[in-house]
């Protein structure tokens, strides 16, 4: 018992180049009913439900993770809202406020948000990151196979009972790059916060190139054709773990996600769970971590369960590379070879 009391104390996870982990991502599901060409494969072979870890199980993973410095989870999918449960799991996630938990996100596409928003928002949900990649109905549909206006009615939804929202929008060149300027209008109009993200080669079908990145700048440079762009005063040095680089334009807050081209890696403090137990230490990350047993063996009880899990997570953790262009190179090879890792985005949740 001593010994588990000193391990609680002094526990944080930390990895070889001194960054503390403070942020666990749960993807509650794979399952989505979008197909965004830059996260799902074209023929997804979905997790067998039976292979899921039980909220239950979730729950008893992110109680052990608070415990040792996590302050933020969000929930992930494919598509949370499609998995059985979530909502009730939100509301009793709020029990790990009191260990030191401090904020419960959740990233979604929006399409079941109209009729989920106010149980959310009940259930103590902080805030809510919303995927929207095209305002143009018929650009929309070839982007998702879904119909853009469900997603405008969620949105709308959220905003109606007061959950704070941030827009992710993924852009890839000659694909959707013509909306940089339609989102930032309609962001300013609606107050909403608007994030860009660089297309990163986290696709399901692995035909991501370079060449179909639109850079951070390319991005600023369409900006400043209509507004006014400015960095965030003390933003520019990457002191914080946000992922996001921070702008005014004409005022209006906008976060532009630059992995490929301007990386956070640096103060990266995220970890990541898939809903059948597999961990990564970076969303790049070559090979996961199963730890569906020792998570079962947490909420069975299991004696020296709990120091078990610590220690294989301490040294995984511990080993975390410096960041994606640390391994770039590596992936890329992989990728050639057809030999990467078979996980994709709608697996991970970004």
């Known amino acids: 018992m001593n010994m588990m ?3 609680e104390t002094n526990a944080r996870f930390v990895d070889q180049f001194g960054r503390s982990k403070r942020k666990l991502r749960i993807s509650v599901t794979d399952r989505c009913n979008f197909k965004c060409v830059y996260c799902m494969p074209e023929h997804p072979e979905w997790m067998k439900k039976h292979d899921l870890l039980s909220f239950e199980q979730l729950y008893q993973f992110c109680d052990f993770m608070v415990r040792r410095g996590i302050e933020s989870i969000r929930i992930t999918g494919g598509e949370p ?9 939100i509301a009793q996630l709020q029990n ?46 070839q982007l998702t196979q879904k119909e853009l206006s469900p997603v405008l009615e969620g949105i709308h939804a959220a905003q109606a009972v007061g959950l704070p929202i941030k827009i992710n929008c993924v852009l890839m060149n000659g694909i959707n790059d013509n909306q940089i300027l339609p989102l930032a209008r309609w962001s300013v109009q609606q107050k909403i916060m608007l994030r860009f993200i660089e297309f990163m080669p986290l696709d399901g079908d692995r035909k991501w190139s370079s060449e179909h990145v639109v850079s951070e700048q390319q991005i600023l440079d369409s900006l400043s054709t209509e507004f006014t762009v400015i960095q965030q005063p003390g933003d520019s040095a990457r002191s914080s773990s946000e992922p996001a680089r921070q702008y005014f334009m004409d005022g209006h807050p906008l976060g532009i996600i ?26 790049f990350a070559p090979q996961g971590l199963n730890l569906k047993t020792e998570i079962k063996a947490l909420s069975c009880s299991e004696p020296l369960s709990e120091l078990s899990l610590h220690a294989v997570l301490s040294k995984y953790i511990w080993n975390k590379e410096s960041g994606y262009h640390a391994i770039a190179q590596r992936l890329e090879n ?17």
């Open 5 to 7: 009391t000193e391990l």
């Open 96 to 141: 790990l406020k009191k260990l030191g938990l401090k904020r419960i996100s959740m990233t979604s596409n929006a399409h079941y948000l109209k009729q989920y928003a106010a149980a959310l928002k009940q259930a103590g949900l902080d805030d809510l990151n919303i995927s929207l990649d095209s305002l143009d109905t018929h650009q929309f549909k």
């Open 258 to 283: 630059s992995t490929i081209t301007n990386s956070f890696c640096g103060t990266c403090d995220r970890v990541r769970l898939t809903a059948q137990g597999e961990f990564y230490n970076c969303l």
């Open 334 to 350: 992989q990728r050639m070879n057809k030999s990467s890792r078979k996980i994709s985005m709608h697996m991970l949740g970004g």
């Open 81 to 89: 809202l499609m998995r059985q449960g979530v909502v009730h799991f």
